[in-house]
Structure formats: C-alpha cells, structure tokens
C-alpha cells in the first residue's frame, strides 16, 4: 500500500478502516480473497507464507487475520501458535482457511486461539459474513475495554477516595487517594472490614443499612453524606466525609466516596477556640467565663461543694495609661493577665479578662478560705512583677485590688448574686486604700452570711 493508499484508509470520522491480513500459499487464493476484502471496504495486507504473516503482523497490526494452515515451511497452526505467543500479535483474532475439516483439526485450531475456522472450498459470502462478526465482536470488546481503561484512569487519579464495600460490610477496592488518606500500600485494604476502619456503632450503622438493601434492593437509595472519624493506620483518626451509594452488579455493592476535612476541621476547631479566647492577653474571654461559670454553678448545685469567684481590678490603670500611653497599658494588661492565668491550676479553674482592666477567676470546690489564700498570691504576684507605675498615688508598682466570693449554689440561686458578692468586695479594697483583698460569703438567695 502507497502513502495515498494508506491516507484513504482512513474514513471521514478519523477512524482506520478494518485491516485484514489474508495469508495463503496459492497465488489465486490469495487475489480471490483480497479482491472479496477490498470490496467489503476493508484494507486487505497479503501474505503467502507463514514468516512473512508473522513479520506483516507485526508491522500492520492487523485487525484480524485469515490464515490458510497447509502452507510449505511454517504452516498455519505453527504461525498461530507464534503470533499467539508475541504481545504484540497476540489479541489479533484469527480466522483459520482449510481443507482438513475434521474434527480433531477444528479442534487443534480453535486450541491454538484462533476465533473461527472455515472449511475450503471457500464460499466467498460465508467468509464475508464471518469475518464481518468478528470484527463486530472486536469493535466492541475494544469499547469495553476502552472504557475500562477511561474508568480506571478516572478513579486512580480522582482527589477523593473510592471504596467498594460489600454487603457484609468486607472491602473489595480501593483507589490510590483513598489508601493514601487511610495510610495503607495499595491493595492493604482490600479484604478488610468496615469495622476495622470505623467506630464499631457507626460501623453498625452501615452494616444494618446495607443489609437492608441486600435484602431490597429495589427500595435502595444513597445514604447520604455524613460526617465519620476513620482510624488512620498509624492509630490517629481522621475527619472525612463519606457518601455511599448502593450499586447492584451480580451482588449489592456499595460505593463509598471519601473527602477528607480533617483542614476544615481543623480550622473550624480554631476559630471555635478563638472565640473562647480574649485577643489582647490570650486568657478566656468573658464569653466562655459565663459559660464555664454556668456549667460549674449547677454542678456544685448538685454537689453542695462551694464555689469561689476572684475579681481583681488594675489600681489606677487610667492614670497608668496616661502616663505611660495606651501601648504601654496593653503590654501591661498582657503581664498580670500572664501572672493571674498561672494561678488557675485545676481543671475546674478559669481565669478570664472579664473586660478593661477587670479579670476574674473561678475556683470550683474552693471554700472561702482557700480563695483568700490564692488570692492573696496572686495579688503579692502582681506586684512582685514590678511593673512600674509612676503616677500611681498608692504604689510605685502596678497593683491589683481583689474581692472574693464565695457560694454552696441552691436550687433557686443564680450566678449573678456572687458577681454582685466579688464585685462589692473588691470595691471595698479599692476603698480601704488598694492593693489588697476583701472576702465575702454568699448563700445565694439570702445575701451575704
Ligand atoms: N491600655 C488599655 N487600657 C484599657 C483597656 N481596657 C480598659 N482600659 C483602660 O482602663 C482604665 C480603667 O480606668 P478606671 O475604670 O477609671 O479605673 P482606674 O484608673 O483603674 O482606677 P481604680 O480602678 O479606681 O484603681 C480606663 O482608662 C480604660 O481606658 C485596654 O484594653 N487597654
């Protein structure tokens, strides 16, 4: 075939015309069934012995191959057997051309891989309608395996993680993404059990929903996307998202699609914090003082255990300021916010910038005197920080005045009775010359004792 020849073996759409490779020995053989070929639109490759079907094929890559088997030399089951044999002529289809129609030699071809097996003397439109099926089969046993081919380039370069999960909850596949999030080698996961990579509740979950679709597939529907905490090989958990869909192939299966928001949630637990938390000093902010205050008050309710408010107030922190400039009076607040938060040491302690120049801490099961006590120290830590105050008319030092409450929280109480508590301690200090501490006890409802 000249160059011209092989420009118009392509249709309009792009697409080569099927190539045929006709081999036999007889020369009239040969011109009778290429001329057939040409006619049915094919491009038609001649050989007329076995090596030179083999060095043809090879080349052409043949969409398929009419081989006669008696030739001289290489006959037609040994060049079979051989293009059978080289990765790249192995998936051409072979159509063999004989007189030996016994039995045994269909069989022997049909053996050696070939696809049909025609008997001679040729019937020019059996042979037309044969090699016409089977190049119908290839076309589309191609677009299947094209197919495939787009479906697994898909899923192994997709961003998001793919598992096919059985109805018994056992992992069939995984894509890269997917292992990759999950910390496994490829193909770890396959053969595991949801179980293995779930909370056992979520992992019961899933289970009943896929039994449920097993048992009627019909009625089955995605289940949604929801939020799970997958255990990563190395023991941490992950966040993703999972959404599952039911598919049914010869059994139920399930695809599950994994994105991973371990960032977002991260980021959301952090602006979460950040509200929690007073920008300036990086102590809690009011917010989550009343909060924890809350939660602290209906437990000592419940337990009769006192609870302990300290509410301190910077000493002339105005004066500081305008001495000293607002920057200067943030760089303070910063230090005794840093002094007073090293004193809240249990778990059931918060200290907080309640707002200004004003923190407050909270001391669950604390009594009254124990309170004095740490307040005490954190007064005599203030002003150990020798902060200097210059203007300060009671101290060269910046210093704090403290009062403290103290509840046992009843039924009816509320929280506000020990702010007012603390808040009239602490203005009695300011008032009996400040740096120091004033104590009191509330039994909520009945005032102070
Ligand atoms: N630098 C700075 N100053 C603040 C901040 N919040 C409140 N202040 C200042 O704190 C000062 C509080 O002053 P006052 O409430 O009058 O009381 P004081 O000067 O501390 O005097 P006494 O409480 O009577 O000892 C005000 O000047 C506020 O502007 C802040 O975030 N940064």
Redesign the pocket.
């Known amino acids: 075939m000249n160059l011209r020849e092989s420009a118009a073996a392509f249709g309009p759409t792009g697409l080569r015309d099927p190539a045929i490779l006709i081999v036999d020995d007889a020369p009239d053989n040969l011109a009778a069934l290429r001329t057939q070929m040409v006619e049915q639109g094919y491009q038609t490759f001649v050989a007329n012995s076995g090596e030179r079907a083999l060095q043809l094929a090879q080349r052409v890559h043949p969409d398929l191959i009419l081989m006669d088997i008696v030739m001289p030399d290489m006959d037609g089951f040994e060049a079979c057997r051989l293009l059978k044999a080289h990765p790249v002529t192995q998936r051409i289809p072979v159509i063999f051309m004989s007189a030996r129609t016994e039995a045994e030699d269909v069989v022997a071809g049909f053996d050696l891989g070939a696809v049909d097996y025609i008997g001679k003397p040729l019937r020019m439109a059996e042979v037309c309608a044969r090699v016409r099926a089977q190049l119908q089969i290839r076309a589309s046993s191609e677009t299947q395996q094209e197919q495939a081919e787009r479906l697994r380039t898909i899923v192994n370069s997709m961003a998001e993680g793919l598992l096919i999960i059985e109805a018994s909850g056992r992992i069939q596949f995984t894509n890269p993404a997917c292992d990759q999030y999950l910390g496994y080698q490829a193909d770890q996961l396959s053969g595991r059990y949801i179980g293995d990579l779930l909370n056992p509740l979520v992992a019961q979950e899933y289970l009943d929903y896929f039994a449920r679709h097993a048992a009627n597939p019909a009625t089955a529907h995605s289940h949604g996307t929801r939020e799970v905490i997958i255990r990563h090989r190395n023991g941490n958990s992950v966040c993703m998202d999972l959404t599952l869909t039911p598919m049914f192939l010869r059994q139920p299966l399930f695809i599950g699609l994994l994105h991973d928001i371990t960032h977002h949630k991260l980021s959301e637990d952090a602006l979460q914090r950040a509200a929690m938390v007073d920008p ?1 000093t990086k102590i809690a902010n009011r917010r989550h003082f009343d909060s924890f205050l809350e939660k602290e008050w209906q437990r000592a309710t419940r337990t009769g255990a006192p609870l302990s408010l300290v509410l301190l ?10 001495s000293l400039g ?5 760089i ?2 910063q230090q005794v916010a840093g002094a007073i938060a090293t004193h809240a040491l249990r778990g059931t302690d918060l200290a907080a910038r309640y ?3 004003e923190f407050v801490l909270l001391f669950a099961e604390t009594d009254l005197e124990a309170a004095t006590g740490l307040a005490e120290a954190i007064r005599a830590h203030v002003e150990a920080l020798r902060l200097p105050h210059p203007k300060s008319p009671t101290s060269p030092w910046i210093t704090v ?1 403290i009062g403290v409450a103290t509840a046992y929280p009843q039924q009816l109480d509320i929280t506000e009775t020990l702010f007012v508590a603390a808040d009239r301690a602490m203005y009695s200090a ?1 008032e009996d010359g ?1 740096n120091q501490i004033c104590a009191t006890r509330t039994s909520g409802a009945s005032g102070v004792r």
Do not use: I, M, P, T
Request: aromatic content about 8%; charged content about 35%.
């Open positions: 300036l107030d910077v000493d002339h922190f105005k004066l500081y300021n305008d607002h920057a200067a009076g943030d303070c607040l707002g200004g120049e005045s300011k400040r």
